[in-house]
């Protein structure tokens, strides 16, 4: 036996950079609420919300490249059969599980309003659905749940990346 194996520097760089991502795509749709709760009317919010939509397409190959990374660094032998290491599991797992549904979600609850996706002046996804209410309201709940915990759980992840880094 070579002792308990860590974390690599890469691991923890990708960590960090995955969780900082996540951290500012939230604090973006924040923006949303933020334009809805201090009644800075229709035009700010729907500027905010075309703003996101932007970025959150823009961000989403980053998104899932993080938490395929995420994913391959849980093969190597540094999440071992230890309390640190089955956390550090079940944490990883439930925040790929929150990546995938909020990229899957985001697009749906645009497309589900009865909107083409516009990201930007780039390009437009022709709504696939038309006005699906009984689809959108529940996606759009479930999108802001998620969304909500995402920064935490991204960090949560990070935190058990450093410290089985800096475990004996
Ligand atoms: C990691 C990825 C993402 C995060 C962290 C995130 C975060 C958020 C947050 C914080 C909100 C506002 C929640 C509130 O009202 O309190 C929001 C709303 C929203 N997001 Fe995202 N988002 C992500 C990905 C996406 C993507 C990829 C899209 C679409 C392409 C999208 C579309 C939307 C829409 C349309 C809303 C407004 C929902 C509504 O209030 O009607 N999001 N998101």
Redesign the pocket.
Known sequence: MTGIQKPSLIDLVIAAAGAAL?IW??L???V??AA?SGQMGREAIIAA?WN??GW??V??PL?LAYAFLRLHAERTPYFQRDTLGRIGKIILWALVAL?IF??VT??I??WTYGSD?KVFDLFVIPTPTGKLPVVHDPL?VG??WA??A?PWVAGLDLAAAIMARLRR
Do not use: D, M
Request: proline fraction near 3%; aromatic fraction near 4%; glycine fraction near 10%.
């Open positions: 996540v795509l939230y973006n749709g924040e949303i609420e809805i919300i996101h939509v959150g397409v961000s989403t998104v990546l909020l990229v985001g697009p609850v645009v996706l759009e999108h802001i969304a909500k995402s």
